[in-house]
């Protein structure tokens, strides 16, 4: 794994930002709402069944 030596947080906090040594940036999103929306989006789009068998998507992403 690469060295990272930067590392930083967007002002309101729903951000983060990783710079590496060849200044290398990535991002993610750290707002729980946003991750939630984009992880039931890919959900329903792609083998909830398959990964939560036992909960049904409409109880943990509602619509």
């Not at 040594?21 to 729980?32: I, N, Y």
């Amino acid at each position: 794994m690469a060295d990272v030596p930067t590392v930083r947080f967007s002002p309101n906090g729903r951000a983060v930002a990783a710079i590496g040594s060849r200044g290398t940036v990535r991002g993610w999103s750290v707002d729980v709402d946003h991750v939630a929306e984009d992880v039931c989006r890919l959900s329903r789009d792609h083998h909830w069944d398959r990964l939560l068998p036992d909960r049904p998507v409409a109880e943990a992403c509602p619509s």
